[in-house]
């Protein structure tokens, strides 16, 4: 398996700044692309922004300008630094990753989420 532990949520006021990270385990894996999707109560989930492994990025246009995803693909880790936070970000931030096992094949692996909240 692949194990996926967020971390670096919280709370803090409008106009403040978060930096989540994401940290890939396990044996006998490579990383294609890594996701991070968010969700509030009674929304659905929703993509924030994605990075493959040559570092092409795409973001929401509600993250645009504010948000940078990056990855350390030595580490199996990925970052969203999060700038100029606004109430409607507050949210759970989720990982996801896909790539491949040795020798299984294809996988796809979510964390259990960290939670954001922008509030004053």
């Known amino acids: 398996q692949v194990q996926l532990v967020e971390s670096g949520g919280g709370l803090v006021q409008p106009g403040g700044s978060l930096r989540l990270s994401c940290a890939a385990s396990?044996?006998?894996?490579?990383?294609?692309?890594m996701d991070w999707y968010r969700q509030a109560p009674g929304k659905q989930r929703e993509l924030v922004a994605g990075?493959?492994?040559?570092?092409?990025?795409n973001y929401a246009d509600s993250a645009k300008g504010r948000f940078t995803i990056s990855r350390d693909n030595a580490k199996d880790t990925m970052y969203l630094q999060m700038n100029d936070l606004k109430p409607e970000d507050t949210a759970r931030y989720y990982c996801?990753?896909?790539?491949?096992?040795?020798?299984?094949?294809?996988?796809?692996?979510w964390g259990r989420g960290t939670q954001v909240t922008v509030s004053s």
């Open positions: 996801k990753a896909e790539g491949q096992r040795r020798p299984w094949g294809p996988y796809e692996s």
């Open positions: 396990g044996t006998s894996f490579t990383i294609n692309t």
């Open positions: 990075i493959t492994n040559d570092g092409g990025t």
